[in-house]
Structure formats: C-alpha cells, structure tokens
C-alpha cells in the first residue's frame, strides 16, 4: 500500500458518512487530515477519533462549502496548521426535491450552491498548493452524473457537471503535475436522503448496496497514486442495471 507519511489532506462533508470515513482512510496511510462541514461538534468527535487511531493530526474547519470564504479559510487552516496541501477530496454534496415543475427555487439553489459551487470554490483555492505539492484533487460525482435520471433531473445535473469539471480541471493541470479523479458511486449508506425523509442508512440493508468505508477506500487509492491518476472509479450496486431496459 503506497503510503500518504505527513500529506496533508482536506475533506469536505468529512462531519459523516464518506467523508467521515475518508478521513479515516486517509489517516490509516499516514496523512494528517483537516475536516470541514457545518456540524463542529461532530467534527471535533470525528478529528479526535481519528488522531487516536491513527497517530496523526487532525484539525477541524466549520463552515458552509456553499460559501467562498469558507473555501479560503480551510485551505488557508490547512496549509496554515500542515505547511501544504497535498490532498483534496470534494465530497460534500446533498439532493433536494426531485420533480422539476413542482421544485422549489430554494431546493433547487441548496443543490447547485452545494454540489457546483462548493466544487468549483474548493478547487479554484486549492490548486495553486496541489501545483506546489504535485497533489491529487478528488472530486465524488455519483452514478446519476452518468445516467438520464428520472426522479430529480437537477440533482443529476449537478453531477454531470462536477464530472466534467473534474475531467476539463485535469485536462488543464494535468501536465502541471496535479492529478485529478472522480469516484462514482451509486446508493451509498449513509445520511443522504434524510432531509426529504429516510436516509439511505436506513433504506437499504447492510450488503445491499455500497458502504461509506468502500468509497473512501477508492477515494484514498486515487489519492495514492505516484506519477499517474486514476481519473474515474465506478462504484455500482451489483444489481444496478437489473432494471434497465
């Protein structure tokens, strides 16, 4: 296992679910880890769990990815507390409403804001270190940023963009040393979904579909790679396409 001794590595949306396991993931090869989302006490939890297990250093940064101040000052803690960044892993992201004629103009801002956005922000503050440090910026799509989507086309949207961002930001940085992946995952157990009713932890058995700890374990093999990037890694239910005509 290629370690990550000393990297210094941020995470959005790191207060649960993926990001909180990433954390992990990252911190079991040696890196030291900032965490950001809106839930500081949860994320204070989550940093102390971390340094415990793992030996390194965690430190927390609140705040909203929806916000380009909040973009600026994690980076700025990061390299502030780390002396460099050398890991970024885009992760925050939420879905609202689902049909389009009957959306709300508020459901529909809370998923641009959060999934474009805070993409775009996190990684307009952090590539000018990942340059410096010939990092790797992974960026979480989804399944429905591959796939017509019925339910929630906006959603949908949201994730073909952050590909294709992802995809475009590593065709212009590539040869500056900066890799760049998207990990795809589809149903993922963890609290997505709990704002418009039951979250996903909840839906679906265990075994039935994917698992925080399997997505952070993509996420930290893309964040692992010497001299080269994994670019995109799918994460699909096995029975995903059972349905499909």
């Known amino acids: 296992m290629t370690t990550l001794d000393d990297a210094a590595a941020l995470v959005t949306g790191a207060s649960s679910g993926i990001g909180e396991a990433t954390a992990h993931a990252l911190a079991d090869r040696g890196a030291n880890v900032a965490l ?26 609140d705040g909203d990815v929806r916000e380009r101040a909040t973009a600026e000052a994690a ?14 892993v885009s992760n925050a992201g939420v879905g609202r409403g689902d049909d389009v004629a009957t ?50 086309p906006v959603y949908a949207a949201t994730k073909w963009w952050v590909r294709g961002f992802a995809h475009s930001v590593s065709a212009q940085v590539g040869d500056e040393g900066v890799a760049v992946s998207v990990v795809n ?13 039951e979250p996903f932890e909840e839906q679906f058995e265990p075994g039935t579909v994917t698992e925080p700890e399997e997505v ?30």
């Open 75 to 88: 980076v700025e803690a990061v390299v502030d507390r780390f002396g460099g960044l050398d890991v970024v």
């Open 103 to 152: 959306m709300t103009d508020e459901e529909y801002f809370t998923m641009q804001e959060t999934n474009v956005d805070g993409t775009f922000f996190l990684t307009r503050e952090s590539l000018p270190h990942l340059t410096e440090s010939q990092g790797t910026l992974v960026v979480v799509g989804s399944f429905a940023g591959h796939f017509p989507r019925s339910f929630n």
């Open 36 to 61: 950001l989302a809106r839930r500081r006490e949860t994320l204070e939890a989550v940093a102390a769990d971390v340094e415990s297990a793992y030996g390194v250093d965690a430190i927390v940064v």
């Open 185 to 197: 995952p589809t149903e993922v157990r963890t609290e997505f979904g709990s704002e418009e009713g």
């Open 216 to 245: 952070a374990e993509a996420i930290a093999f893309a964040a692992t790679r010497e001299g080269s990037t994994a670019q995109e890694i799918d994460l699909y239910r096995r029975d995903k396409f059972a349905d499909t005509l």
